[in-house]
């Protein structure tokens, strides 16, 4: 399986992005997503995560209100939608696949790991 996110940019506070993580392998419809983000100097740490579905769904307390976590599984690509963002929102956010059906928001319980891409938010 390989993970290719993109997206990633300079953005000014209060700006958006929308992240995009398409997945290789024929299996995407039956696995789990999520997105994590590692900061500079800081460990890496959830973000948000969806089924295999998409009906359910769930996004840090830091990030409810402003990022929504969606897939097309006919694209084979999840995403991220990042509204209303902080300079506290950089990082390099990283997509990663579960080799199950539900969610998860840690990061041990994910099976593949794309490279990342930056996300920068400063004025």
């Known amino acids: 399986v390989q993970l290719q996110a993109s997206g990633g940019g300079l953005v000014q506070p209060g700006g958006s992005l929308r992240l995009s993580c398409a997945a290789s392998?024929?299996?995407?419809?039956?696995?789990?997503m999520g997105w994590f983000r590692q900061a500079p100097g800081k460990e890496r740490e959830f973000v948000a995560a969806i089924n295999w579905s998409g009906r359910s769904t769930s996004v840090a307390d830091s990030v409810k209100g402003r990022f929504t976590i969606s897939r097309d599984n006919a694209k084979n690509t999840v995403y991220l939608q990042m509204n209303s963002l902080i300079p506290a929102d950089t990082a390099v956010y990283y997509c990663a696949q579960r080799l199950e059906l539900g969610l998860s928001d840690r990061d041990r319980d994910m099976d593949y790991w794309g490279k990342g891409t930056l996300v920068t938010v400063s004025s």
């Open positions: 392998g024929r299996a995407f419809s039956v696995r789990a």
